[in-house]
């Protein structure tokens, strides 16, 4: 990531942090790896670590300082079948680490890949469900349509970046309160080489609509992927 | 946080654990970077208002130069070698545009090697002398042109399994070669 990209991503973060006064809002860094491997028959295999380590402040005091600390790390791991070289259907489990909220989910989703001249798109459609010890199980259907764009020539070829635009919104539905979030990314990425992808993000969470409380999140997010 | 402290070293150092492999590129160049020879043939070839993308491509044959750009609604590929020298032309065009006899061959090959296959685009390739090439895109004749058909297929082995196959068949739809073509993994796009 070039000094610029990293200026960018602070600028944005602290201009975001100084217009949501009145509304909830956080900000934080969202590091994230992922391991994927691919089996001799086609299938794959993943993990994902997700950790969010959250900044805040009291905006009603103007005494207090920005904080700084673990908010959540979700630990995934999914078996994802091919259905076609563009298609595939995957079953995943997921666990949750936060204070007093530690949750398990399972997961289930179709990803396909539509290819352009000049770049691709991956639409991801997913159904969760949400166990927390002491609540009612949450349920959500995701779509995410995702635009992978060569940032030189027409192939990402090792050494290369990209930049990824994506958009998901999220029904959910827990105990006949019914919830929307939209997650809103952009990416910018590097195949460092057929194996390995670095990627740099801000990630914005829209979310409570419909209650009170209009929430917005948002992330630094940097990402490391390795496929073997 | 200590979980932060290590998701940043891993990152630091992954760049170079790995050692990188014979690296195949393509990037997008700007016309003065084409050879004159190149942008001249192009010129005469196809006379007229058109936006031409210029690439250079290095492979393990070595450097080359690829013009991509519509004409007459047609999507249209031209590679030069590293000097500028014109090496072919591909237009995609669509099935029913191939001729009867040369596609009843090609889909009759690919339903005997695979029990299930769909074709995904479809290239005409010229390929010949630079004044003959000249020619036939000028006047029409195609008299000593070589003519071959570069398809890409998805197509299922009788394993059941599915793969992306890039067939070269020749002006009668005879297979000359097949590779199999690697989709760039999407882990990023599917997790």
């Known amino acids: ?3 610029g990209t990293f200026f960018f991503l602070i600028s944005f973060l602290i201009a975001f942090s ?15 790896a992922a391991i994927t491997k691919k089996l001799s028959n086609g299938n794959k295999v993943n993990f994902k670590v997700e950790n969010q380590e959250i900044i805040f402040r009291n905006f009603e005091n103007p005494e207090d300082r920005w904080q700084f600390r673990h908010y959540r790390t979700d ?25 007093g909220s530690n949750a398990y989910r399972i997961i289930q989703q179709f990803a396909t890949l539509d290819r352009f001249r000049r770049f691709r798109i991956g639409h991801r ?104 | 946080m200590r979980l932060t402290f290590i998701f940043l070293i891993i990152i630091l150092f992954s760049g170079k654990a790995f050692s990188q492999k014979k690296v195949e590129q393509e990037k997008r160049i700007k016309k003065q970077d084409v050879p004159e020879i190149a942008l001249d043939w192009l010129q ?9 993308r210029w690439y250079q491509e ?47 061959n090609i889909l009759s090959f690919l339903s005997t090697e695979y029990s299930e296959f769909r074709i995904e685009r479809i290239q005409k390739q010229y390929s010949g002398d630079e004044d003959d090439l000249e020619e036939f895109f000028e006047e029409g004749e195609i008299n000593s042109l070589t003519v071959r058909y570069e398809i890409e297929y998805i197509a299922k082995t009788a394993s059941g399994n599915q793969t992306f196959w890039e067939g070269l068949f020749d002006q009668k739809g005879k297979i000359i070669s097949k590779r199999e073509i690697e989709i760039r993994i999407m882990d990023n796009l599917i997790f």
């Not at chain 1, 100084?18 to 994230?32: C, I, K, N, R």
């Not at chain 1, 298609?87 to 936060?98: D, E, H, K, P, T």
């Not at chain 2, 991509?68 to 070698?81: I, M, P, T, Y």
């Open chain 1, 1 to 3: 990531m070039g000094k």
């Open chain 1, 18 to 32: 100084s217009l949501a006064q009145d509304q909830v809002f956080f900000t934080g860094f969202f590091p994230e």
């Open chain 1, 75 to 99: 630990l995934m791991a999914f078996y994802d079948w091919k259905l076609s070289p563009l298609s595939s259907m995957a079953l995943g489990l997921f666990y949750r680490v936060q204070d």
């Open chain 1, 125 to 228: 459609f997913r159904l969760d469900q949400t166990f927390i010890p002491n609540d009612a199980v949450e349920y959500r259907f995701r779509y995410r349509l995702a635009m992978d764009i060569p940032l030189r020539g027409d192939e990402v070829d090792p050494g290369e970046n990209y930049l990824v635009i994506s958009s998901e919104p999220i029904f959910g539905l827990q105990e006949k309160e019914f919830g929307l979030e939209n997650r809103f990314v952009v990416t910018l990425g590097k195949l460092i080489n057929p194996q390995q992808k670095i990627e740099y993000s801000v990630d914005y969470r829209t979310d409570g609509f419909f209650q009170e409380g209009f929430r917005t999140r948002l992330w630094a997010k940097i990402g490391y992927f390795y496929n073997f």
């Open chain 2, 44 to 52: 005469d070839s196809f006379e007229g208002r058109k936006k031409v």
């Open chain 2, 58 to 104: 290095i492979s393990d044959q070595g450097l080359s130069f690829e013009a991509k750009f519509l004409w007459s609604g047609k999507f249209h590929s031209v590679e030069f070698d590293s000097l500028g020298k014109i090496e072919d032309v591909e237009i995609e065009i669509q099935q029913k545009e191939i001729g009867s006899e040369t596609e009843s």
